[in-house]
């Protein structure tokens, strides 16, 4: 049977080529896409070739140690080899200025996994160019993140059932994956995919520009992140490439317009695909929605095209679809405008307001006094949030949770217990700044100023924080500390429910609680702390603004027509502005209650109301504040005069 003249799972939609107002366009986003900073320099890029090099010789130093442990010769130890793959952006040629590197080391049979762990992170601390070194084992993928000479660098590590490993290995070869375990067949499969990839489109520099293009976008609107539940980068790259197939002689512009048009109207039934998944060595688990039945719970599933093929989005959630699908909807609505000449390509990539969107949040910190530890522990919250969001969403009290794709990072130094307890619990000093501030402020991505936190200067220590002194004694020492974010539009309350609204939220993040702290990640209770607060809009630091404006945005479906205002209407306006003012004033000084009982939230009808900046004869548009919420960890306090108020229930 022959193959087919087109590449994909079906026939091209279009043939035509671009006329000239299109290649037009493309040339303005190739120029729009230099401005954003989205195309590296040529220093930066000798720079990654140089410590791609240096990186590959310690692959060959590491086998070679562990192969004299095993009693190899020296002369057999060093023709073991050992070979380094780039894979992901950096391999699809879409990178930006200052994006990670993944990278795989591939090693022979002999290396085991805890060998390459050892002895490779023994190797990069010797190094004075290695920074933040962190080995992530029980990762999905286990990885060692560092930073080397300022490049963010990924590793992850695939054992062949071979004796040695050749400068001219082809990973693309189905053979190589015979007897391998699964968990370097996933490591292995990331190379894989990203050159099936390539192999799979049918104009490669098209494919680069439109890509770079998705994914500053995706960035920038704040759903790309595959550990929280959004697409990550190899997904949005097969999804562009799908698109390619289908118009495979259309310039840049357009497969950038034809990705909205076509995934606006998507059946996320049917998957995205690039190829038909195919056969090969070894029983693998290929995806196959007809006979696993977790194949079919996936949401919005893109499969890979190398086997043994597998979803590259399995992580998405219900509230990330309907976050996913808006998203692509808005970008939608602006692509039709650009092809008219009626809107720029910088309007695509405007920031998102994450938190400036929801009237609630809910903020999980971890805190670690060991840099080391801290950073391991980073990286399982990170991983793990997902089950904090599916237990949230189980409640039924929320339209759906948003996760936020960055953590703001902290390095913090305490004098006094006090103070420790107070960072524990999500309290920052407000003067003290950071050193290591990781985190992607939401108004602008390029700041890179140590930013300032809002503090409570007099608000109490709680006297059951997840941490106490620390073990050695002293008093005086850092504090790593990291928050995530997650918003929550509530469902809007039936209009003839009588009493208080409820919402518990105690059963969700006692299980999350209890998933971190009884991970492995977690030494103990002296050196480490997890908290986790229910925050108002207005509650939420400075930092995440960035300098922009606080006030939270109201959608609202309808659109009244302004009325005129009288004079006695400007003067309770201004009356109105001053109590406002006056109310964010004592949110500021709100206290935290104990995380030894439940919580309950309680609030008139009055006060929601002014909380929503509506009078009580106005339409219920906008959500309204929760009467009870139940949570066992540190949650502020809000002013008696509006919005959410806080007690103890009890003990449990």
């Given at each position: 049977?022959?193959?087919?003249?087109?590449?994909?799972?079906?026939?091209?939609?279009?043939?035509?080529?671009?006329?000239?107002?299109?290649?037009?366009?493309?040339?303005?986003?190739?120029?729009?896409?230099?401005?954003?900073?989205?195309?590296?320099?040529?220093?930066?890029?000798?720079?990654?070739?140089?410590v791609?090099?240096?990186?590959?010789?310690l692959?060959?130093?590491?086998v070679?140690?562990?192969?004299?442990?095993?009693?190899?010769?020296e002369?057999?130890?060093?023709?073991?080899?050992?070979?380094?793959?780039?894979?992901?952006?950096?391999?699809?040629?879409?990178?930006?200025a200052?994006?990670?590197?993944?990278?795989?080391?591939?090693?022979?049979?002999?290396?085991?996994?805890?060998?390459?762990?050892?002895?490779?992170?023994?190797?990069?601390?010797?190094?004075?160019?290695?920074?933040?070194?962190?080995?992530?084992?029980?990762?999905?993928?286990?990885?060692?993140?560092?930073?080397?000479?300022?490049?963010?660098?990924?590793?992850?590590?695939?054992?062949?059932?071979?004796?040695?490993?050749?400068?001219?290995?082809?990973?693309?070869?189905?053979?190589?994956?015979?007897?391998?375990?699964?968990?370097?067949?996933?490591?292995?499969?990331?190379?894989?995919?990203?050159?099936?990839?390539?192999?799979?489109?049918?104009?490669?520099?098209?494919?680069?520009?439109?890509?770079?293009?998705?994914?500053?976008?995706?960035?920038?609107?704040?759903?790309?992140?595959?550990?929280?539940?959004?697409?990550?980068?190899?997904?949005?790259?097969?999804?562009?490439?799908?698109?390619?197939?289908?118009?495979?002689?259309?310039?840049?512009?357009?497969?950038?317009?034809?990705?909205?048009?076509?995934?606006?109207?998507?059946?996320?039934?049917?998957?995205?695909?690039?190829?038909?998944?195919?056969?090969?060595?070894g029983?693998?688990?290929?995806?196959?929605?007809?006979?696993?039945?977790?194949?079919?719970?996936?949401?919005?599933?893109?499969?890979t095209?190398?086997?043994?093929?597998?979803?590259?989005?399995?992580?998405?959630?219900?509230?990330?679809?309907?976050?996913?699908?808006?998203?692509?909807?808005?970008?939608?609505?602006?692509?039709?405008?650009?092809?008219?000449?009626?809107?720029?390509?910088?309007?695509?990539?405007e920031?998102?307001?994450?938190?400036?969107?929801?009237?609630?949040?809910?903020?999980?910190?971890?805190?670690?006094?060991?840099?080391?530890?801290?950073h391991?522990?980073?990286?399982?919250?990170?991983?793990?949030?997902?089950?904090?969001?599916?237990?949230?969403?189980?409640?039924?009290?929320?339209?759906?949770?948003?996760?936020?794709?960055?953590?703001?990072?902290?390095?913090?130094?305490?004098?006094?217990?006090?103070?420790?307890?107070?960072?524990y619990?999500?309290?920052?000093?407000?003067?003290?700044?950071?050193?290591?501030?990781?985190?992607?402020?939401?108004?602008?991505?390029?700041?890179?100023?140590?930013?300032k936190?809002?503090?409570?200067?007099?608000?109490?220590?709680?006297?059951?924080?997840?941490?106490?002194?620390?073990?050695?004694?002293?008093?005086?020492?850092?504090?790593?500390?990291?928050?995530?974010?997650?918003?929550?539009?509530?469902?809007?309350?039936?209009?003839n429910?009588?009493?208080?609204?409820?919402?518990?939220?105690?059963?969700?993040?006692?299980?999350?609680?209890?998933?971190?702290?009884g991970?492995?990640?977690?030494?103990?209770?002296?050196e480490?702390?997890?908290?986790?607060?229910?925050?108002?809009?207005?509650?939420?630091?400075?930092?995440?603004?960035?300098?922009?404006?606080?006030?939270?945005?109201?959608?609202?479906?309808?659109?009244?027509?302004?009325?005129?205002?009288?004079?006695?209407?400007?003067?309770?306006?201004?009356e109105?502005?001053?109590?406002?003012?006056?109310?964010?004033?004592?949110?500021?000084?709100?206290?935290?209650?104990?995380?030894?009982?439940?919580?309950?939230?309680?609030?008139?009808?009055q006060?929601?109301?002014?909380?929503?900046?509506?009078s009580?004869?106005?339409?219920?548009?906008?959500?309204?504040?929760?009467?009870?919420?139940?949570?066992?960890?540190?949650?502020?306090?809000?002013?008696?005069?509006?919005?959410i108020r806080?007690?103890?229930?009890?003990?449990?």
């Amino acid at each position: 049977m022959s193959k087919p003249k087109y590449l994909g799972v079906t026939h091209p939609i279009d043939l035509n080529p671009s006329n000239e107002d299109e290649e037009s366009l493309a040339n303005d986003l190739l120029e729009t896409l230099k401005q954003e900073g989205q195309f590296e320099s040529e220093e930066e890029r000798k720079k990654r070739e140089m410590v791609l090099g240096k990186i590959d010789k310690l692959v060959k130093e590491m086998v070679y140690r562990v192969s004299l442990k095993h009693k190899l010769p020296e002369s057999l130890a060093r023709e073991c080899g050992g070979k380094i793959f780039t894979f992901g952006s950096y391999r699809l040629g879409a990178h930006g200025a200052g994006a990670d590197i993944d990278t795989l080391c591939v090693v022979p049979s002999h290396v085991k996994r805890e060998n390459f762990f050892e002895v490779m992170t023994q190797l990069l601390q010797e190094r004075s160019e290695v920074t933040e070194l962190t080995a992530v084992t029980e990762a999905y993928v286990p990885v060692i993140k560092m930073q080397f000479s300022g490049i963010d660098i990924d590793l992850t590590v695939g054992i062949l059932q071979q004796p040695t490993i050749p400068e001219d290995l082809d990973l693309l070869d189905n053979n190589i994956l015979r007897s391998i375990d699964e968990v370097s067949v996933r490591s292995v499969n990331g190379s894989r995919v990203t050159d099936e990839i390539l192999r799979l489109v049918p104009n490669i520099p098209t494919f680069r520009l439109a890509l770079r293009c998705i994914k500053l976008w995706a960035k920038r609107r704040a759903i790309y992140s595959n550990p929280v539940g959004f697409f990550g980068g190899v997904a949005w790259a097969m999804a562009v490439a799908r698109i390619c197939q289908l118009y495979p002689n259309k310039c840049a512009s357009n497969i950038v317009t034809r990705f909205f048009h076509v995934f606006s109207r998507w059946k996320w039934t049917m998957p995205i695909m690039l190829k038909n998944p195919e056969d090969g060595p070894g029983q693998f688990r290929v995806w196959n929605p007809q006979v696993y039945p977790s194949d079919r719970a996936h949401k919005m599933p893109i499969i890979t095209p190398a086997y043994p093929s597998m979803c590259a989005t399995h992580n998405v959630s219900q509230s990330t679809k309907q976050i996913i699908e808006m998203e692509i909807k808005r970008g939608l609505g602006i692509v039709d405008k650009i092809m008219k000449r009626e809107a720029s390509w910088s309007e695509l990539f405007e920031k998102d307001v994450f938190f400036r969107r929801y009237k609630f949040y809910i903020q999980v910190n971890v805190s670690a006094i060991n840099e080391d530890e801290y950073h391991k522990l980073h990286g399982f919250v990170d991983s793990r949030l997902r089950h904090f969001l599916a237990g949230l969403e189980d409640t039924g009290q929320f339209v759906l949770v948003h996760p936020y794709i960055k953590s703001y990072d902290h390095e913090f130094t305490y004098k006094t217990p006090e103070e420790m307890q107070r960072i524990y619990a999500g309290f920052h000093p407000a003067k003290q700044s950071s050193s290591s501030e990781t985190a992607t402020p939401a108004p602008d991505e390029n700041n890179k100023e140590s930013p300032k936190t809002t503090a409570v200067e007099n608000a109490p220590v709680q006297d059951n924080v997840e941490s106490t002194t620390p073990a050695d004694g002293n008093s005086e020492g850092k504090i790593y500390t990291s928050a995530f974010y997650l918003g929550l539009p509530l469902i809007k309350r039936d209009r003839n429910a009588s009493g208080r609204r409820r919402m518990d939220l105690s059963l969700p993040t006692q299980e999350f609680i209890k998933l971190v702290k009884g991970s492995d990640v977690w030494k103990n209770d002296e050196e480490m702390a997890i908290s986790i607060r229910f925050l108002l809009q207005e509650q939420l630091p400075d930092e995440v603004f960035g300098g922009q404006p606080r006030e939270r945005l109201r959608f609202s479906s309808s659109k009244k027509k302004p009325k005129k205002r009288s004079s006695k209407s400007e003067d309770k306006k201004s009356e109105t502005d001053e109590k406002a003012a006056a109310k964010k004033a004592k949110i500021a000084e709100a206290v935290v209650p104990s995380t030894s009982g439940f919580v309950e939230s309680t609030g008139s009808k009055q006060s929601a109301n002014e909380t929503n900046g509506q009078s009580n004869g106005s339409s219920n548009n906008s959500l309204k504040p929760a009467a009870d919420v139940s949570i066992p960890a540190p949650v502020p306090q809000a002013p008696r005069s509006g919005g959410i108020r806080l007690k103890l229930l009890g003990s449990q």
